[in-house]
């Protein structure tokens, strides 16, 4: 089968080298110019002189910084304008404790032991080697309001007496009030019935009995008290009373032993209720 020759796709160089020497015989500028062909549309869009470059504008970078700052702003704000009223207010409640203070120049009540008998005072050991304390007290006290305007108002008070810490026994006495320059006897009965002791306790007591001045005794009131004054009229605050330097001793049959109360002294200390704590 003879072998067909095809003629070549592409341009011969030579001829082409041919053509373009014929035509710059012709014409003599045209040779000396070379030949401009059209940019692609791409970059004609692209390069174009007249049109105006593209930036991409911020804004919504602005925005969030604007955003931003308001937000911090106005927290500033917040914060400034709070702290301002808080400082304002305890500021006008400062000014006003110590102008009410130095008008009326109100006083603590005063507490003072009266007298403390002891009625009872038994310590037995069972059969199983259990040993039981029973106490039977009699137990008068005194409290004075020494303000000329104010008025004292307690809720019922709970009474307590110790030896060391050992619990001897307790009672309770009504609430009252207490007027201006006014005196208030406190007189109550204070009992314990056959509460079993441990051994530590058991070795406290029998030491403390042997000693020359009795038995010391401590006397704890705990109760609520508000102030009062015209038409004006406190919040109830939590008042602790610590009466100590009593001695006393177990009384001999059916006579009554009176303790000591010429070294008693009593203090009241205001109980503060934050939460679940006690102060």
């Known amino acids: 089968m003879a072998d067909r020759v095809h003629p070549s796709a592409k341009p011969n160089g030579n001829a082409a080298n041919i ?13 000396a110019k070379p030949p401009q062909f059209p940019p692609p549309a791409a970059k004609n869009q692209m390069y174009n002189p007249n049109r105006i470059p593209y ?29 301002l009223f808080i400082c304002t207010v305890l500021l006008l409640a400062t000014i006003a404790g110590a102008g009410f203070y130095f008008l009326f120049r109100p006083k603590p009540p005063a507490f003072s032991v009266s007298s403390l008998k002891i009625i009872q005072f038994k310590l037995t050991t069972t059969s199983d080697d259990t040993t039981h304390l029973t106490v039977k007290l009699n137990l008068t006290l005194s409290t004075k309001n020494p303000n000329k305007k104010l008025i004292y108002s307690y809720d019922p008070i709970s009474l ?12 309770s006495f009504t609430g009252f009030n207490s007027g201006p320059n006014n005196i208030t006897i406190i007189h109550s009965t204070l009992s314990m019935a056959s509460q079993v002791l441990d051994a530590d306790s058991i070795s406290s007591l029998k030491s403390d009995l042997k ?39 177990i009384p001999t049959g ?4 009176v303790a000591s109360t010429t070294n008693a002294k009593c203090k009241a200390d205001l109980r503060m209720k934050i939460l679940k704590w006690t102060f």
């Open 19 to 31: 053509t373009g020497a014929a035509a710059a015989a012709v014409n003599p500028k045209a040779a």
């Open 254 to 257: 059916k006579t009554p032993a």
């Open 160 to 171: 307590t007496v110790n030896s060391n810490s050992v619990l001897l026994a307790n009672g």
């Open 55 to 83: 930036r991409p504008t911020p804004t919504a970078y602005h925005r969030h910084n604007r955003r931003r700052c308001t937000c911090r702003r106005c927290f500033c704000f917040c914060c400034f304008w709070s702290l």
């Open 211 to 249: 000693r020359k001045n009795g038995l010391p005794m401590k006397i704890l009131l705990d109760t609520m008290v508000l102030a009062k004054m015209d038409k004006l009229k406190s919040k109830e605050v939590g008042i602790r009373v610590t009466c100590d330097g009593i001695h006393g001793r």
